[in-house]
């Protein structure tokens, strides 16, 4: 083991935050509940996990007005 | 390609005029930068009379002939002794104002200190991730509990409810000697992150300057923005409007980014920022809306709510956990760029709505 040379550092492509979104790296577009498509239009984007955006599915931060008790604590998407 | 008509004309940037000075360090300053940047004293006889805001602007003047330089200076300037040797000692002076607030900082009240992590609710010892911790988990839940406990006033709140239309545009004008170059300061830094922060701030950072598209460079927006409001757009043009806190905002930024030293300050800084970022912009869209302003500028901050949600998160959890990872004694700097962040941005904000409460 200890003569394996250390791993290369990688981006994962999905970033679990605690208490607020799930990043995704790399994807072109999300599709929803509904079937609609929403294109990324930067390299890493945020998925709201606390339901309360007025940007879904994106994130716009609302998760950080909310009581401790109703942010997202888990480490799956909903 | 982006649409053409979406771009700025395609002029060499026009490089600003020579601020007016506030006072006898500034005068002796220009008055060099005009004739004689060689002749410049690294320790003029004025220094001993200059008040912090004849300081505060002189620093800031020093730090642009790094940047875009000034109309009538010759390029060159920017490493002239006596320039190298004004802009070291301002700067730390500076610094050691700043580290001497985050020391002697109030201690968060109960209610904070329950949203802080453990480690971070210890207010003076030297912090860092305790053995075992991840670092992008404690970068992250240790820069949340400093924006917690903030509770400096809000002008985006102001802005979103009740700023007139005349406050609005003064508030637009002071921010534009950061927005207008937001990012740059930050770009200094990449040569001096080891390779995961590194990798990890350049994601970023392209998207900040608009991932190949000109058109959607943050600081471009800002630039249309405000010229969608009538209010010159050239960088600099308002510098003589802004007051101390401003100009302690900006000169700080560039030392945090510029200096090696300072690299955990600064991504510390960007973290803070960011964190402090998603929320005020959607009121400001909000409040330049109701105030019928362009919708052009409204746009600037309707970016930054998407952007923002994004990097607010990249920059504690993944940049400064990074950083960590490979130089955890870096850690305390983290939280001392963060707070002053905070700090500054309290500054400003109080001075102002004190002044508009005031008239």
Redesign the interface.
């Known amino acids: 083991m200890s003569a394996e040379p250390p791993p290369e550092?990688s981006?994962p492509h999905v970033?679990p935050?605690?208490?607020?979104?799930l990043?995704l790296r790399g994807v072109s577009s999300v599709r929803d509940a509904d079937g609609v498509e929403h294109p990324a239009?930067?390299?890493?984007?945020?998925l709201c996990r606390c339901r309360r955006t007025s940007?879904a599915p994106?994130?716009?931060?609302?998760h950080?007005?909310l009581a401790?008790a109703q942010a997202p604590t888990g480490h799956r998407a909903p | 390609m982006p649409p053409s008509s979406t771009l700025a004309p395609a002029a060499a940037p026009r490089p600003p005029r020579l601020p007016s000075p506030r006072g006898p360090l500034g005068e002796a300053v220009v008055t060099a930068l005009d004739a004689d940047p060689e002749g410049l004293s690294g320790s003029p006889e004025a220094l001993g009379r200059a008040t912090r805001e004849d300081r505060l602007l002189t620093l800031w003047t020093l730090q642009e002939l790094h940047r875009g330089g000034f109309a009538g200076v010759e390029d060159d300037a920017e490493d002239a002794p006596g320039v190298v040797a004004l802009r070291r000692r301002l700067e730390q002076e500076l610094e050691a104002r700043l580290r001497g607030r985050w020391l002697s900082r109030a201690e968060p009240t109960e209610s904070a200190q329950s949203?802080q992590s453990a480690q971070s609710a210890e207010p003076l010892g030297p912090a860092g991730p305790p053995p075992g911790a991840e670092p992008g988990?404690w970068a992250?839940e240790a820069i949340?509990g400093l924006?917690a406990a903030d509770d400096g006033p809000s002008l985006a709140r102001f802005v979103q409810r009740r700023a007139t239309r005349a406050q609005a545009l003064e508030l637009l004008r002071l921010r534009s000697l950061y927005h207008l170059q937001e990012s740059d300061p930050v770009a200094w830094l990449v040569p001096r992150l080891p390779?995961?922060a590194k990798?990890?701030l350049v994601?970023l950072q392209?998207?900040e300057y608009g991932?190949g598209d000109p058109a959607r460079l943050h600081h471009h927006l800002f630039a249309r923005g405000l010229e969608a409001c009538g209010v010159d757009a050239a960088y600099a043009a308002h510098v003589d409007e802004a007051p101390v806190e401003i100009l302690e905002q900006v000169t700080t930024v560039t030392m945090l980014g510029a200096r090696r030293r300072l690299r955990g300050a600064a991504l510390g800084h960007l973290a803070a920022f960011e964190a402090t970022s998603?929320?005020p912009s959607?009121r400001m869209a909000q409040g330049l809306r109701r105030l019928g302003l362009p919708e052009e500028i409204g746009d600037y901050y309707r970016e930054h709510?998407?952007?923002?949600?994004?990097h607010?998160?990249?920059a504690s959890?993944?940049i400064c956990g990074a950083l960590l990872e490979a130089e955890p004694q870096l850690a305390d700097d983290v939280l001392f760029g963060a707070w002053t962040c905070l700090d500054l941005e309290a500054r400003f904000a109080g001075r102002l709505l004190d002044r508009w409460a005031a008239s």
Request: hydrophobic share 45%.
């Open positions: 550092p981006a970033v935050c605690p208490g607020g979104p990043l239009r930067r390299p890493v984007v945020a940007e994106w994130c716009d931060g609302t950080r007005l401790h | 949203a988990t992250a949340d924006v390779v995961v990798a990890a994601e392209y998207d991932a998603c929320v959607r709510v998407l952007a923002d949600a994004v607010e998160q990249l959890r993944v």
